[in-house]
């Protein structure tokens, strides 16, 4: 599911759980959530935990950066995903060893459904809304779905790099299907800092699609 890396642990939830046990410097983001969102936030940070612990290392706190990202502790990459679809949970997380700051690695999951009018045009570039509308009909919301998802995954993944921002309009998937590569479509500063093409992983699962982006510093 993650290319190139070893190592790599992921746990999965599809129930959410409460946020009680959650640190002080946690339950700070979330105190004026709504309860989903904070069982959310919560499923999230035990999801991280358990795929943190299971690569060797040991977990405090997971609380949120600037860019809204988890602080991880040292030694590891890691990230989160959770999406609803018919009142039906999915929260993951994957980890991974990463000594020396080099490797970022992220996850996405999105339901397989239409993009509202206008979204479809603003996440995907020209090459990929053509190779969309090449598939056939049936397949045309899935081929979206795993375009956006690829990019909401490497997005994670190379934040925790860069901690830079970068566009839907900044990077194109060089093909639609299980595996691919995100490729740049301009020269954005924080993009030299890493490895592209990046190369991605995908699996559909039970009305979702599932991705997983691994980036690395030059
Ligand atoms: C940050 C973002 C990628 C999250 O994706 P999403 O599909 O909305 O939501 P997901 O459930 O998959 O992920 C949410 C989790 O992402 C993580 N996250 C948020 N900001 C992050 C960041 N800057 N870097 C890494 N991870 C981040 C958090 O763990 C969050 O969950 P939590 O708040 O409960 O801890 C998305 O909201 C966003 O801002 N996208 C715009 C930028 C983008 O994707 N560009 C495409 C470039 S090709």
């Known amino acids: 599911m993650f290319p190139d890396v070893e190592g790599v642990a992921v746990f999965f939830c599809t129930r959410l759980i409460d946020d009680a046990w959650l640190s002080e410097a946690e339950t700070e983001f979330i105190q004026n959530a709504v309860p989903g969102r904070r069982a959310e936030f919560a499923t999230g940070r035990a999801c991280a935990r358990a795929a943190i612990e299971a690569v060797g290392v040991e977990v405090g706190s997971l609380p949120v950066g600037t860019g809204r990202q988890p602080v991880w502790p040292s030694g590891i990459t890691a990230a989160i995903t959770h999406t609803r679809r018919a009142g039906r949970e999915?929260?993951?997380?994957?980890?991974?060893?990463?000594?020396?700051?080099?490797?970022?690695?992220?996850?996405?999951?999105?339901?397989?459904?239409?993009?509202?009018?206008?979204?479809?045009?603003?996440?995907?570039?020209?090459?990929?809304?053509?190779?969309?509308?090449?598939?056939?009909?049936?397949?045309?919301?899935?081929?979206?779905i795993r375009i956006f998802s690829a990019k909401e995954a490497f997005?994670?993944?190379?934040?925790?790099?860069?901690?830079?921002?970068?566009?839907?309009?900044?990077?194109?998937?060089?093909?639609?299907?299980d595996s691919g590569s995100l490729v740049e479509t301009g020269a954005l500063d924080v993009l030299a800092e890493v490895r592209l093409p990046a190369p991605y992983n995908q699996t559909v699962w039970d009305g979702l699609v599932i991705s997983g982006v691994t980036v690395r510093r030059f």
Not at 115 to 132: C, F, T
Not at 155 to 177: C, S
């Open 155 to 177: 997005y994670k993944a190379q934040f925790a790099l860069t901690q830079g921002w970068v566009g839907f309009g900044d990077m194109f998937v060089d093909g639609i299907g």
């Open 90 to 144: 999915f929260i993951a997380a994957v980890a991974a060893p990463d000594s020396d700051g080099q490797l970022g690695i992220g996850i996405d999951a999105e339901v397989i459904q239409p993009l509202k009018d206008g979204v479809r045009d603003m996440l995907l570039v020209d090459s990929e809304q053509i190779a969309v509308d090449e598939l056939d009909q049936k397949s045309r919301d899935e081929g979206a």
